[in-house]
């Protein structure tokens, strides 16, 4: 395993001058101190701990170590496919399990600007970053973050978007020959005082729309569409997120070739169905039994 | 003061001989307990059975803790039930605390030599800092002052930062709260906290769907078979070390490197304009948003994972007499429970958590042996102890299952 800075030995509230960089006798009880860092308590003496010195691997070499038991679960790779996970709708906690089952996501900045909020001693800037992260095969995600400074807002808002993947339904717009290329049907999605609609188009139309949802419905995997716009389009914040709101209703949307799905569990009548059909038998002698539903 | 333990090999590092798996004063991972004397693992094993199933414990970990101003080598072990029924409950677990009077301890002495060190390089560093105001080259900031592995130092460096990014960024800005950049993501995380009080936990009563439930159930079977238990007695969890740091150290530390990498992102992103857009946003332009960080509606574990972001992959923390890191909503009744120290009937306060990711490390044959949120140990506070007749005490435990956890039951 890489190497850590620390010292083995004990816990503890007492302070001592364990060893650290190379300056240690192995000797150092670390109860919570390092070398000339005052603790500002009145730690000091020497600890007791027999330790070996142990390192810790550095920044760059950190793998992924799960701390919820879906993280886990998709470590050990018991989880294959994102899908399983919105089929089961198990929330997602950690953007590394995206990492880690979406290989080739890509991300974007599409913004980034400055905000204003007025205080008492003047007004506070802050950037604000909107990234859009897709793999271009049915996943989208849109991240919002405003932070002090544009490189925390940037990562910030990866992270949130990672968080907020979504799968997109493509469709046809006429014959069902070759893979689909467009929504399957009419969606609409709002934010704001934005609507955003998505029309199916012909192969060959290639993305009718303005910039920001170009990126999007690029990153989503969508090749051709028709787009109406609504509202103060200019800001962006609401103009992406109305596109990513529309792309969420793919799913939403229940079309007739949805008709015939199974429902596979027992619903509970049929399950109790004898102990139903029992109850029943009581309630209706004496009315002609075969009408009542 | 918050200490973290990692993971360590056990045949690593620099020195060849190994330290003794059996020296009790070493905090350890898995393999067998490690006790003062053998007496002691012969009768404590009548109280080291499940609460729930009465079966076997198996050993998870021992920490060397001995306390401030006390002349007693002072060790806790805990053992849990493997048993995957028994997860998640506190009373299939067992702390145990061992203590040995020891006299070679010295008494702590006050800490001279560091404390000195650091006012004057706090009190100097603004004054150096206060001429490098107008300098806008970044060579005479960062030649002056040679960053070194003494972390005193690296604070320094943090403050700074200021000028390099301010630098970068062009902004002619008068809002001191700009200066300190520690304080600013700091006061970033309390903002972030306030936000969080407000949210609704949106997930909260969502029913899971019918139709997918039984493809659930399908996969949980195949995938989450929770083995039949075989008492196999001499079942242990692999053994390691665990190496102890130092939490607010590790956080600069980590704090300085992330700064460095952003700072090399943005400049490959280039100089951000802040002004070109005031043509096209006419009329429309953006607000400051309050957006919160995460859609998942668990405030509290958004809390926790933030605060273990620097480091990952710690298995222990350790805060004597402070504040469990609560992984779920904690109830104030079941907590106070665990505070009541068993023999002597005074309160017991915190002393370590283990935390989720050790959980990755008690495997046995490559199966996760037993599973747990995180789990909290509450230990007397008189440190009760009695010097003739006894060989070890009881502590009290308290356990949080993963928040998710009702999903896969």
């Known amino acids: 395993m890489a190497e850590r800075g620390g010292t083995r030995g004990g816990f503890g509230t007492r302070g001592g001058r364990g060893g650290e960089g190379g300056r240690g006798r192995g000797e150092g009880g670390f109860r919570g101190e390092g070398e000339g860092r005052g603790r500002g308590r009145g730690e000091g003496g020497r600890g007791r701990g027999r330790g070996r010195r142990g390192q810790r691997p550095k920044e760059d070499t950190k793998a992924w170590v799960p701390v919820t038991k879906l993280g886990r679960l998709v470590n050990d790779g018991k989880i294959r496919t994102l899908e399983e996970i919105y089929l089961f709708s198990l929330p997602i906690k950690e953007a590394d399990i995206i990492d880690r089952l979406l290989p080739d996501l890509k991300d974007e900045v599409l913004k980034i600007m400055p905000v204003q909020k007025q205080t008492r001693a003047g007004q506070r800037t802050r950037f604000k970053a909107i990234v859009v992260v897709g793999d271009g095969k049915g996943h989208i995600g849109l991240g919002v973050k405003c932070s002090k400074e544009v490189a925390t807002a940037i990562r910030g808002a990866i992270i949130l978007a990672k968080l907020s993947v979504i799968p997109v339904r493509r469709g046809y717009w006429g014959n069902k020959i070759g893979a689909p290329h467009t929504v399957p049907c009419k969606v609409t999605g709002e934010c704001g005082s934005v609507l955003v609609r998505l029309i199916p188009a012909p192969r060959g139309t290639s993305l009718v729309c303005a910039p920001v949802p170009k990126k999007l419905l690029q990153m989503a995997g969508i090749q051709d569409c028709w787009t109406a716009a609504k509202g103060c389009t200019a800001t962006l914040g609401n103009f992406a997120k109305a596109t990513y709101a529309a792309m969420a209703m793919t799913y939403s949307y229940l079309t007739p070739d949805l008709w015939k799905e199974t429902v596979y569990t027992k619903t509970p009548f049929q399950e109790y169905s004898d102990h139903l059909a029992n109850t029943h038998k009581k309630y209706t002698v004496g009315l002609g039994d075969k009408h009542y539903q | ?409």
């Open chain 2, 1 to 409: 003061m918050v200490l973290l333990g990692f993971i360590d090999e056990p045949k690593g590092g620099k020195t060849t001989n190994d330290d003794n798996p059996s020296n009790w004063t070493i905090s350890r991972i898995g393999g067998q307990a490690a006790f003062p004397n053998d007496t002691i693992s012969t009768k404590v094993k009548s109280s080291l059975l499940c609460g729930k199933c009465q079966k076997e414990q198996i050993f998870v970990c021992q920490l060397y803790c001995p306390l401030d101003g006390h002349k007693y080598d002072r060790a806790i072990y805990l053992f849990a039930c493997r048993n995957p029924s028994c997860w998640n409950a506190s009373n299939s677990w067992t702390a145990i605390r061992c203590q040995k009077y020891d006299e070679t301890v010295e008494e702590p002495m006050p800490v001279d030599i560091e404390s000195p060190a650091k006012v004057p390089l706090s009190s100097t560093d603004w004054c150096d800092d206060a001429d490098a105001w107008n300098s806008d080259d970044d060579g005479t900031t960062t030649t002056t002052k040679k960053p070194a592995p003494v972390p005193t130092i690296i604070k320094k460096e943090i403050k700074q930062e200021p000028e390099v990014m301010l630098n970068t960024m062009k902004i002619e800005d008068d809002d001191h709260n700009n200066e300190s950049e520690k304080s600013s993501s700091d006061e970033e995380d309390d903002n972030n906290n306030n936000i969080e009080v407000n949210t609704k936990k949106k997930s909260s009563n969502k029913n899971v769907s019918v139709a997918s439930s039984d493809a659930f159930n399908e996969w949980k079977k195949t995938n989450l078979s929770k083995q039949a238990l075989n008492v196999s007695n001499s079942a242990s969890f692999p053994f390691y070390y665990i190496v102890i740091d130092d939490e607010d150290d590790i956080v600069d530390e980590a704090k300085l490197n992330e700064k460095r990498k952003l700072r090399k992102a943005m400049k490959k992103l280039g100089d951000i304009d802040e002004d070109d857009d005031d043509e096209t946003t006419k009329g429309a332009k953006e607000k400051y948003e309050k957006t919160p960080d995460f859609e998942h509606g668990d405030a509290v574990f958004h809390r926790f994972q933030q605060k273990i972001r620097y480091a990952p992959d710690q298995i222990i923390r350790y805060d004597w007499s402070g504040h469990p890191l609560i992984l779920t909503k904690a109830d104030e009744n079941t907590l106070s429970s665990a505070q009541k120290c068993r023999n002597c009937q005074s309160s017991c306060n915190f002393e370590f958590q283990l935390m989720p990711a050790l959980v990755n490390f008690l495997k046995i044959d490559n199966q996760i042996g037993l599973e747990f949120g995180t789990v909290f140990i509450y230990t007397c506070s008189a440190n009760c102890w009695d010097e003739k007749n006894d060989l070890y005490r009881v502590e009290n435990v308290f356990v949080q299952a993963d928040p998710d956890q009702n999903l896969f039951d």
